[in-house]
């Protein structure tokens, strides 16, 4: 399984993006986003099961990001709203086998980063 992240870009602070993420999806797995800004770790952003769409989110986003899928479609997609400049990062999809962990080390599979670059 291959993931593609995209949909990202220069955006003005309190804009909105929507990334998305293709080849997404399998049975039993959760799916998630990450994002590492210059010089710093990896961060979980927010996550969501494909089966039964529970969803996680890092305190940082929440009420700002929605994560959500497309079954059928076989899409990962976080709508993000009220952007701002700490939002700057290169935004990774990944999946694994199991539930949504913060943990990144659990997490097998990753797309190749979509960048997101908020100007104040």
């Known amino acids: 399984v291959q993931l593609q992240a995209s949909g990202g870009g220069l955006v003005q602070a309190g804009g909105s993006l929507r990334l998305s993420c293709a080849g997404s999806g399998r049975t039993n797995y959760a799916m998630a986003w990450f994002r590492q800004a210059p010089g710093k770790q990896r961060e979980f952003v927010a996550g969501i099961t494909w089966n039964w769409g529970t969803t996680v989110y890092a305190d940082s986003v929440k009420g700002r990001f929605t994560i959500s899928r497309d079954k059928a479609k076989r899409m990962l997609y976080l709508q993000m709203n009220s952007l701002k400049p700490g939002d700057t990062a290169v935004y990774y999809c990944?999946?694994?086998?199991?539930?949504?962990?913060?943990?990144?080390?659990?997490?097998?599979?990753w797309g190749q980063g979509t960048q997101v670059t908020v100007s104040s």
């Open positions: 990944a999946d694994r086998n199991g539930d949504i962990t913060p943990r990144i080390n659990e997490w097998k599979t």
